[in-house]
């Protein structure tokens, strides 16, 4: 029998949703950039921000999507 996976998306708020869309973006049209450089180029604090580790991971996994 098959064990179910409990996953947990973590609570971000509507503008850090929108904000993964645009590190995707950023990380297709600029592929020499790293994810600190289009953190910094789009002004993202993440210690500043609600939820921020979850919220930065979530832009990294996005990152990471588009670069591989």
């Known amino acids: 029998m ?3 996976l409990k996953t947990t998306a973590p609570d971000l ?3 850090q949703i929108e904000m ?7 990380a297709f ?4 950039l790293s994810f600190a ?5 789009l002004g993202v604090d ?8 979850a919220w930065e991971q979530e832009c990294r996994e996005v990152f990471g999507w588009e670069r591989g």
């Open 46 to 53: 993440f210690r500043k921000a609600k939820n921020g580790k």
């Open 20 to 26: 993964l869309a645009v590190f995707s973006d950023y």
């Open 29 to 32: 049209d600029y592929p020499k």
């Open 2 to 4: 098959a064990t179910r």
């Open 37 to 41: 450089a289009v953190a910094k180029k």
């Open 13 to 15: 708020t509507f503008e």
